[in-house]
């Protein structure tokens, strides 16, 4: 028997350009509200959120977590970078958020790679 099914969710890998030095990449409360506005775009709930800054004028780190998974972010102001993760299940599109964290950063130049997790391609089963 073959069997194929749906994926348990999508997974956004979403690298982020901006100016070198870009303020807003060392802005933790920039950086949560464009985050939180993402989630609110894509349907996600909310049930918590952290942030970390690694100092002024340094970098932040911060995850958003949703009952339908997660959101996470790393910036690199020396390298006008910011890595993050859309990760989401159910019935949220997380395509839906990047508009918002891509603004909120003030991105040049926004890259989206979607994978689809727990994708079961083929299941075989021999019967004895």
């Known amino acids: 028997m073959l069997t194929v099914r749906e994926h348990c969710g999508k997974h956004l890998i979403v690298e982020v350009w901006t100016d070198i030095d870009n303020p807003v990449l ?3 409360n920039v950086i949560r509200k464009a985050f939180l506005q993402g989630a609110a775009d894509s349907q996600a709930t909310v049930i918590g959120h952290n942030w970390h800054s690694f100092g002024p004028g340094e970098g932040i780190t ?5 009952s339908e998974s997660h959101m996470s972010v790393h910036t690199w102001p020396e390298h006008g970078y910011a890595s993050v993760d859309v990760y989401m299940c159910g019935d949220c599109d997380p395509h839906l958020s990047v508009p918002a964290i891509s603004n909120g950063l003030n991105a040049k130049r926004t890259e989206v790679t979607t994978l689809l997790r727990g994708v079961l391609t083929q299941k075989i089963t021999i019967d004895k």
Not at 62 to 66: A, K, P, S, T, Y
Request: glycine share 12%; charged share 25%.
């Open 26 to 28: 060392t802005d933790e």
């Open 62 to 66: 911060g995850v958003v977590m949703l």
